[in-house]
């Protein structure tokens, strides 16, 4: 039983019906692929941020936790600065210059790697425990909140830890692309891979844009302390 | 990088796969054994008054296990050096350890054995299984399985800019046959790949339903206990999905891309990927039932119990969630690939009308499924970190708390609209076989087109119809009850389609069209059970009880388990090239039909009787004992039917006689292509001139060949 | 050419500074207005800001011309 005839003909060669696509049919399949897959994404970003207003109430409406606003603005700050770094790094790829889609990587890189070192840090307080347990000192106005912290603690976390999850794996994608830049393997005309990269950070920032207010801005602020 | 490819591709590593395959095995029946020597062999020496001195007879027995475990963990490692080629034994161990199928399963294996080892090297002496180590485990495994069965592997040689290309035919050195259990990418070896499968899935939700089954044919206790009853029926229902899932996975694969015109879908390696990352999840969801007490929150998974109960729970939630993996990227993969990949004049509306039932079904899956995945995170991340997205406990004042409802609200969004993915494809079926078998135009083509996507729309509007009762908010009742009713005119308009299809047809009754008739009739019975369950007063009357369960089970079965052997049997001829045999086909229909009335329709009668679902016992002054009975007896007919289908497949696909090019005499490209469909399905590329069902009609044409310019 | 590269860089540089502007105009909002509507929009035209000029959603309808 075989439901596929071995491969003998000619016909690999007849230039319509190539076995691997051309370049330019396949560009626009990744390009469609990888948007529905954004777009499948957006269900699960939302399904958190749904979570979010349906725990976050009380009687008197919508709620929030007493969070500390500086590390919500740096952090997003610095990863708005990594997009716009991100999108230089593809305008350059698309002018041929190289050098310059390198150091643009690099700093999306350092700039994403900072939003993710204050997340754990600074929003997670992680240097506020290593802090206070060496030093005794307090550094931001407002205690971290913990997981435990009833659905504050759960929504806070499961949000900025989907999202750092995400934030992640477009850190490893610059990386890759980084590496596979240096050795020449995008031009011009041919850069599907930064393009990628791109579209897909810019994504983790788009997503970003909607979390921030969602977890520091809107609502009635609630001190949490247990 | 490339030793490591080279040495996974060496005979050494073929030998230490087998032995380590022989090890598994032969651990398992030294298992049995050792289970048969301590239940009957010592006791029954010692009754038959046999005094054996000391311990004489365990030290016998270990000494001939060991012996036995030795002798087939040595073969099997030289086997896969080649040896023994010459016996069946020699060879099974040599093809085994070449499969992506048994790398795949050790390399889950071992990483289990390695995050447990890494656990008990931080746990000590206190280790146990926890909710944190299951968890990881059971995450690790599947990535486990992927990386040794070698379906990342283009993937990482390109990371490191190595440039792969796609590999078409048998693994090198390896016989044809072997692409059926190695990673493969053409999509028509991936549609068999997942049909098999999904058979196999069937047989074992099958079997646990039958045991069940007999179960409940007397009240009391008398096969299983109650917590078997409970992981059972647990695992039945998501066993059956998972089934159900590889079941549209087979159809989408194999017809979609043959169906447009298209040599293979676009991302043939992702198309990989979805099916072999459902391999591992499947393995997930049934070591569910081992681990622990096994699962016992049925197949939705609903906190607080699926937050405090066995351990097997997060191993079904994760299997779950991965198989959720494997519907995404099959669904993106198909939308792009009838986005990009259509014949020279595959309009839209020229399309096969199966190819609108696979687009609307893959729209729910690449969207739906993720805030099913939102949930199931939920569920593990409360119960290995402690987010207490479900647990109503009180922490401080002014600090809202979690809502176990929560959950019910982001389950239902996809697993309301997940049903339209199981019968849309089903439905697509029907209207693509009715008219070959009535040799008649389909009736309103661009009306059945769009009502399988306005199914899949309106399917997203009315998830909360399966919360009535647990107490959301009551405003909510109304809108929802009125937004469920409307997924009754696109299926109408599907109903009336294939009554005017029919009408004043040519009809002919081969299997297939039996069986697209029974659809038919078992969807009437399931869509007009609908409605009672969707309208807010009776459904607070039926809810729970086995009213559900009928209703349930008549739609995926009229809406995907007959098309899907209607399917099978219709496609057959394409697949083997060979003619099934007809009488045993329609021994099969005329036995599972009556079969699933009889059973769907008990369900319903007992359950306006007061029989609750999900129970495993009942009180006899209920007085559905009788009903039981019938419903357990027509259960066992529809278990036979399957298994005759399935003996009438093998052997005709061994020894049957060579059927025609074209049997059906069908328009549908698959079948103007030749038998079997070549490696690309066209030896040349193809054009559509007309429309897809003018049967019939004279002088009129689908598609034609494009003649070579050097022609 | 040469102008074509400087537009872009500019193009891209101006959409940064608008995100950034209307960014700490969120925080006003939140702090002075508190309005849960006027923060969503705000974000939402932030997010199409991104879609259009940094991913350049545009693409998936055009061809490529290479």
Same mark, same amino acid.
């Given at each position: 039983?075989?439901?596929?005839?071995?491969?003998?003909?000619?016909?690999?060669?007849?230039?319509?019906?190539?076995?691997?696509?051309?370049?330019?049919?396949?560009?626009?399949?990744?390009?469609?692929?990888?948007?529905?897959?954004?777009?499948?994404?957006?269900?699960?970003?939302?399904?958190?941020?749904?979570?979010?207003?349906?725990?976050?109430?009380?009687?008197?409406?919508?709620?929030?936790?007493?969070?500390?606003?500086?590390?919500?603005?740096?952090?997003?700050?610095?990863?708005?600065?990594?997009?716009?770094?991100?999108?230089?790094?593809?305008?350059?790829?698309?002018?041929?210059?190289?050098?310059?889609?390198?150091?643009?990587?690099?700093?999306?890189?350092?700039?994403?790697?900072?939003?993710?070192?204050?997340?754990?840090?600074?929003?997670?307080?992680?240097?506020?425990?290593?802090?206070?347990?060496?030093?005794?000192?307090?550094?931001?106005?407002?205690?971290?909140?913990?997981?435990?912290?009833?659905?504050?603690?759960?929504?806070?976390?499961?949000?900025?830890?989907?999202?750092?999850?995400?934030?992640?794996?477009?850190?490893?994608?610059?990386?890759?692309?980084?590496?596979?830049?240096?050795?020449?393997?995008?031009?011009?005309?041919?850069?599907?891979?930064?393009?990628?990269?791109?579209?897909?950070?810019?994504?983790?920032?788009?997503?970003?844009?909607?979390?921030?207010?969602?977890?520091?801005?809107?609502?009635?602020?609630?001190?949490?302390?247990? | 990088?490339?030793?490591?490819?080279?040495?996974?591709?060496?005979?050494?590593?073929?030998?230490?796969?087998?032995?380590?395959?022989?090890?598994?095995?032969?651990?398992?029946?030294?298992?049995?054994?050792?289970?048969?020597?301590?239940?009957?062999?010592?006791?029954?020496?010692?009754?038959?008054?046999?005094?054996?001195?000391?311990?004489?007879?365990?030290?016998?027995?270990?000494?001939?296990?060991?012996?036995?475990?030795?002798?087939?963990?040595?073969?099997?490692?030289?086997?896969?050096?080649?040896?023994?080629?010459?016996?069946?034994?020699?060879?099974?161990?040599?093809?085994?350890?070449?499969?992506?199928?048994?790398?795949?399963?050790?390399?889950?294996?071992?990483?289990?054995?390695?995050?447990?080892?890494?656990?008990?090297?931080?746990?000590?002496?206190?280790?146990?299984?926890?909710?944190?180590?299951?968890?990881?485990?059971?995450?690790?495994?599947?990535?486990?399985?992927?990386?040794?069965?070698?379906?990342?592997?283009?993937?990482?040689?390109?990371?490191?800019?190595?440039?792969?290309?796609?590999?078409?035919?048998?693994?090198?050195?390896?016989?044809?046959?072997?692409?059926?259990?190695?990673?493969?990418?053409?999509?028509?070896?991936?549609?068999?790949?997942?049909?098999?499968?999904?058979?196999?899935?069937?047989?074992?939700?099958?079997?646990?339903?039958?045991?069940?089954?007999?179960?409940?044919?007397?009240?009391?206790?008398?096969?299983?206990?109650?917590?078997?009853?409970?992981?059972?029926?647990?695992?039945?229902?998501?066993?059956?999905?998972?089934?159900?899932?590889?079941?549209?996975?087979?159809?989408?694969?194999?017809?979609?891309?043959?169906?447009?015109?298209?040599?293979?879908?676009?991302?043939?390696?992702?198309?990989?990927?979805?099916?072999?990352?459902?391999?591992?999840?499947?393995?997930?969801?049934?070591?569910?039932?081992?681990?622990?007490?096994?699962?016992?929150?049925?197949?939705?998974?609903?906190?607080?119990?699926?937050?405090?109960?066995?351990?097997?729970?997060?191993?079904?939630?994760?299997?779950?969630?991965?198989?959720?993996?494997?519907?995404?990227?099959?669904?993106?993969?198909?939308?792009?690939?009838?986005?990009?990949?259509?014949?020279?004049?595959?309009?839209?509306?020229?399309?096969?009308?199966?190819?609108?039932?696979?687009?609307?079904?893959?729209?729910?899956?690449?969207?739906?499924?993720?805030?099913?995945?939102?949930?199931?995170?939920?569920?593990?991340?409360?119960?290995?970190?402690?987010?207490?997205?479900?647990?109503?406990?009180?922490?401080?004042?002014?600090?809202?708390?979690?809502?176990?409802?929560?959950?019910?609200?982001?389950?239902?969004?996809?697993?309301?609209?997940?049903?339209?993915?199981?019968?849309?494809?089903?439905?697509?079926?029907?209207?693509?076989?009715?008219?070959?078998?009535?040799?008649?135009?389909?009736?309103?083509?661009?009306?059945?087109?769009?009502?399988?996507?306005?199914?899949?729309?309106?399917?997203?509007?009315?998830?909360?119809?399966?919360?009535?009762?647990?107490?959301?908010?009551?405003?909510?009742?109304?809108?929802?009850?009125?937004?469920?009713?409307?997924?009754?005119?696109?299926?109408?308009?599907?109903?009336?389609?294939?009554?005017?299809?029919?009408?004043?047809?040519?009809?002919?009754?081969?299997?297939?069209?039996?069986?697209?008739?029974?659809?038919?009739?078992?969807?009437?019975?399931?869509?007009?059970?609908?409605?009672?369950?969707?309208?807010?007063?009776?459904?607070?009357?039926?809810?729970?009880?086995?009213?559900?369960?009928?209703?349930?089970?008549?739609?995926?079965?009229?809406?995907?388990?007959?098309?899907?052997?209607?399917?099978?049997?219709?496609?057959?001829?394409?697949?083997?090239?060979?003619?099934?045999?007809?009488?045993?086909?329609?021994?099969?229909?005329?036995?599972?039909?009556?079969?699933?009335?009889?059973?769907?329709?008990?369900?319903?009668?007992?359950?306006?009787?007061?029989?609750?679902?999900?129970?495993?016992?009942?009180?006899?002054?209920?007085?559905?004992?009788?009903?039981?009975?019938?419903?357990?007896?027509?259960?066992?007919?529809?278990?036979?039917?399957?298994?005759?289908?399935?003996?009438?497949?093998?052997?005709?696909?061994?020894?049957?006689?060579?059927?025609?090019?074209?049997?059906?005499?069908?328009?549908?490209?698959?079948?103007?292509?030749?038998?079997?469909?070549?490696?690309?399905?066209?030896?040349?590329?193809?054009?559509?001139?007309?429309?897809?069902?003018?049967?019939?009609?004279?002088?009129?044409?689908?598609?034609?060949?494009?003649?070579?310019?050097?022609? | 050419?040469?102008?074509?590269?400087?537009? !872009?860089?500019? @193009?891209?540089?101006? #959409?940064? &500074?608008? $995100?950034?502007?209307?960014?700490? /105009?969120? +925080?006003? =909002? !939140?702090?002075? @207005?508190?309005?849960? #509507?006027? &923060?969503? $929009?705000?974000?939402?035209?932030? /997010?199409? +800001?991104? =879609?259009?000029?940094?991913?350049?959603?545009?693409?998936?309808?055009?061809?490529?011309?290479?």
């Amino acid at each position: 039983m075989s439901a596929v005839t071995t491969h003998h003909d000619d016909h690999a060669h007849d230039d319509t019906h190539a076995h691997e696509l051309p370049y330019g049919q396949q560009l626009r399949a990744n390009r469609l692929g990888l948007w529905l897959f954004l777009f499948s994404e957006v269900f699960l970003f939302v399904g958190l941020f749904a979570a979010r207003f349906y725990l976050w109430r009380d009687a008197s409406g919508v709620v929030r936790p007493e969070l500390d606003q500086v590390a919500g603005l740096i952090a997003t700050s610095v990863l708005l600065i990594s997009s716009y770094f991100m999108v230089r790094a593809e305008v350059a790829v698309q002018h041929g210059e190289q050098k310059k889609m390198h150091n643009s990587l690099i700093m999306t890189f350092v700039m994403g790697s900072l939003f993710l070192l204050s997340v754990i840090f600074i929003e997670w307080g992680v240097l506020d425990l290593i802090l206070d347990n060496m030093f005794g000192v307090t550094l931001f106005a407002h205690e971290a909140i913990k997981p435990g912290d009833g659905a504050f603690g759960a929504v806070f976390y499961g949000m900025t830890g989907m999202h750092a999850l995400h934030v992640i794996s477009g850190l490893v994608l610059i990386l890759i692309i980084l590496a596979n830049g240096h050795k020449g393997a995008f031009t011009e005309e041919r850069h599907w891979g930064v393009e990628a990269c791109a579209v897909y950070w810019h994504y983790v920032d788009v997503v970003w844009i909607f979390f921030y207010p969602a977890l520091y801005l809107i609502g009635t602020a609630v001190t949490y302390h247990t | 990088m490339k030793a490591i490819l080279t040495f996974t591709r060496s005979r050494f590593a073929r030998a230490l796969v087998a032995g380590a395959l022989g090890l598994i095995v032969a651990a398992i029946l030294v298992a049995i054994l050792n289970s048969a020597h301590t239940t009957w062999v010592t006791p029954g020496l010692e009754a038959l008054g046999v005094q054996l001195p000391g311990q004489l007879l365990d030290l016998a027995f270990w000494a001939v296990a060991i012996l036995i475990l030795l002798a087939i963990v040595v073969t099997a490692f030289l086997s896969g050096f080649g040896m023994f080629h010459s016996r069946r034994m020699g060879r099974f161990w040599y093809y085994a350890a070449g499969t992506a199928l048994v790398w795949g399963v050790l390399g889950q294996a071992l990483t289990v054995a390695i995050v447990l080892f890494i656990s008990y090297l931080t746990m000590g002496s206190d280790f146990r299984l926890t909710d944190g180590n299951v968890a990881l485990a059971a995450i690790f495994s599947v990535i486990g399985f992927l990386l040794f069965s070698g379906v990342l592997t283009d993937w990482i040689q390109w990371i490191f800019g190595h440039k792969t290309e796609l590999h078409h035919g048998a693994p090198e050195g390896e016989p044809e046959w072997m692409r059926y259990f190695s990673v493969d990418v053409n999509h028509k070896v991936i549609g068999i790949q997942y049909a098999v499968t999904s058979v196999l899935v069937l047989l074992v939700g099958g079997t646990l339903a039958i045991v069940f089954r007999l179960e409940l044919s007397a009240p009391g206790m008398q096969l299983i206990t109650e917590n078997t009853y409970n992981t059972f029926f647990s695992a039945h229902g998501i066993i059956m999905i998972a089934s159900i899932l590889l079941g549209v996975g087979a159809m989408v694969n194999y017809l979609v891309p043959v169906m447009i015109g298209a040599s293979d879908m676009a991302f043939p390696r992702l198309n990989a990927f979805s099916f072999w990352v459902s391999i591992p999840a499947a393995l997930l969801i049934v070591s569910a039932m081992f681990v622990d007490t096994g699962f016992d929150t049925g197949w939705v998974g609903y906190p607080p119990l699926s937050t405090v109960g066995s351990l097997g729970i997060i191993l079904f939630l994760l299997g779950f969630y991965f198989n959720g993996f494997a519907s995404i990227a099959s669904a993106i993969n198909v939308l792009v690939t009838v986005g990009v990949m259509r014949a020279k004049g595959m309009a839209l509306f020229r399309m096969p009308i199966f190819v609108w039932t696979a687009i609307s079904a893959s729209i729910i899956q690449f969207t739906a499924t993720q805030t099913v995945g939102v949930a199931l995170t939920m569920v593990v991340a409360q119960r290995a970190l402690g987010l207490g997205f479900f647990d109503p406990t009180p922490v401080a004042a002014g600090v809202p708390v979690g809502q176990p409802l929560l959950y019910q609200q982001l389950f239902w969004f996809y697993s309301h609209p997940v049903v339209y993915v199981f019968v849309l494809p089903g439905l697509g079926v029907i209207s693509e076989l009715l008219p070959v078998f009535s040799r008649k135009p389909l009736f309103g083509y661009k009306w059945v087109a769009l009502s399988s996507l306005g199914i899949a729309l309106v399917g997203f509007l009315v998830w909360a119809h399966h919360m009535f009762v647990s107490g959301m908010d009551d405003s909510l009742r109304i809108p929802f009850m009125i937004s469920t009713m409307f997924v009754g005119i696109p299926t109408g308009v599907k109903f009336f389609s294939w009554l005017g299809t029919l009408w004043g047809g040519k009809i002919i009754y081969p299997t297939p069209m039996l069986f697209v008739l029974g659809a038919i009739s078992v969807f009437l019975i399931g869509g007009l059970t609908g409605p009672i369950l969707a309208t807010v007063p009776t459904d607070m009357h039926l809810h729970d009880s086995y009213w559900v369960v009928g209703h349930f089970h008549a739609t995926m079965f009229g809406g995907f388990i007959f098309p899907f052997f209607a399917a099978l049997y219709y496609w057959f001829p394409k697949i083997t090239g060979r003619m099934y045999n007809e009488r045993l086909g329609k021994l099969h229909f005329w036995l599972m039909v009556p079969g699933f009335w009889v059973m769907s329709l008990g369900q319903m009668r007992i359950g306006l009787m007061g029989m609750r679902r999900r129970i495993a016992n009942y009180d006899p002054a209920l007085g559905v004992e009788g009903t039981q009975i019938l419903i357990t007896i027509a259960a066992l007919v529809i278990a036979w039917s399957v298994l005759i289908m399935l003996y009438n497949l093998v052997s005709s696909a061994r020894s049957a006689e060579l059927a025609p090019e074209n049997p059906w005499e069908s328009r549908s490209p698959e079948w103007v292509a030749p038998t079997p469909l070549p490696e690309f399905n066209f030896d040349r590329p193809i054009e559509v001139v007309g429309d897809p069902y003018d049967y019939g009609l004279a002088d009129s044409k689908y598609i034609q060949t494009i003649p070579a310019a050097g022609d | 050419m040469q102008d074509n590269k400087r537009a !872009a860089y500019a @193009l891209i540089r101006n #959409v940064f &500074l608008v $995100l950034f502007v209307v960014s700490l /105009a969120e +925080l006003a =909002v !939140a702090i002075y @207005l508190e309005s849960t #509507v006027l &923060l969503l $929009l705000l974000a939402s035209a932030k /997010a199409v +800001l991104v =879609v259009y000029y940094f991913m350049h959603i545009y693409r998936l309808w055009r061809q490529e011309a290479h």
